[in-house]
């Protein structure tokens, strides 16, 4: 099986599950639309300029003249417009759009374990001419992130990554949804509906607010912290808190660069190497 490897420039989109607020255009939300399928613009190159999390491979690895990405590589926070296209605009529109831009991804999974770069095995488009990525959704990820490719060199890709990818597929979306429940029940919690309503729905209410705005003002701070754990734990935040304050040999420095993504990978890479095993054909004189 062959396909092509994911690159720098290539652009694709997003069909994403989320729930909001949807307002009909009498201006007030319908009780009865809790959950819209939106689309949204992904851009791979992204990452290059700190929105995402970039595995180029330091430019240092090309096909078709451009630089190939590794599994890993994530778009974040920059897949636009996020508008629901079901139920259709403009008789509903979720509010929370802009919320979903700034909590929007697009994860490579599928990847070649046989070819190994820098950033890890090439990520590869397993239909050629259609890549499937992880994609931002509720309640948890799902492989709705649909990226367009093209190009002259081909990568060569296994029963075993098939399965690898299969199962990142499956751990990113329980990884999604305990994250997604536990940040719910931190919102739900007392305290923080406390500094909700001493701080942001205050102002909220006393610009003419309502509960449109106040659910806005939550989702506002679960973004954000969101964010802040996601670049904490595997981003940004986490790499330079690492070079500055810890060492190599760190255990806590560890934990900053998402020792749950290492370990889903080393799952994947090793359900890849079983099934191949088991897919090669026995030797002559072998039992």
């Known amino acids: 099986m062959i396909g092509f490897p994911h690159k720098k420039w290539n652009p694709g989109f997003n069909l994403d599950f989320h729930s909001g607020i949807f307002m009909t255009p009498a201006g007030v939300p319908d009780p009865a639309v809790t959950m819209g399928l939106?689309?949204?613009v992904v851009l791979f190159a992204t990452p290059w300029v700190g929105l995402g999390s970039s595995k180029g491979n330091s430019d240092r690895i090309r096909a078709d003249g451009m630089p190939i990405v590794s599994r890993g590589h994530e778009v974040k926070y920059t897949i636009l417009p996020h508008i629901n296209v079901m139920p259709p605009p403009p008789g509903h529109i979720n509010v929370l759009g802009t919320m979903l831009v700034l909590g929007s991804?697009?994860?490579c999974q599928f990847a070649a374990s046989k070819v190994q770069c820098t950033d890890g095995p090439v990520a590869i488009s397993v239909l050629r001419y259609v890549g499937i990525n992880s994609a931002?959704?509720?309640p948890c990820t799902m492989p709705t992130s649909l990226v367009i490719n093209w190009g002259t060199v081909n990568?060569?890709?296994?029963k075993g990554d098939l399965a690898a990818g299969a199962l990142l597929f499956a751990l990113e979306a329980l990884k999604s949804y305990i994250e997604d429940k536990v940040f719910g029940a931190l919102m739900?919690?007392?305290l923080t509906k406390k500094l909700l309503g001493s701080l942001m729905l205050r102002l909220f209410r006393k610009a003419g607010g309502d509960k449109v705005l106040g659910?806005?003002?939550?989702e506002i701070v679960k973004s954000t912290l969101k964010i802040i754990y996601g670049e904490t734990f595997g981003g940004k935040l986490g790499d330079v808190a690492k070079e500055k304050f810890f060492n190599d040999q760190s255990a806590l420095g560890e934990w900053l660069t998402d020792p749950a993504g290492k370990g889903m990978n080393k799952a994947a890479d090793g359900l890849a190497a079983w099934v191949d095993s088991m897919?090669?054909?026995v030797p002559q004189g072998g039992k």
């Open 38 to 40: 939106h689309v949204g």
């Open 105 to 107: 991804s697009s994860k």
């Open 136 to 138: 931002c959704a509720d």
């Open 155 to 158: 990568v060569g890709f296994t």
């Open 188 to 190: 739900g919690s007392k």
């Open 215 to 218: 659910a806005l003002a939550e």
């Open 279 to 281: 897919a090669e054909p």
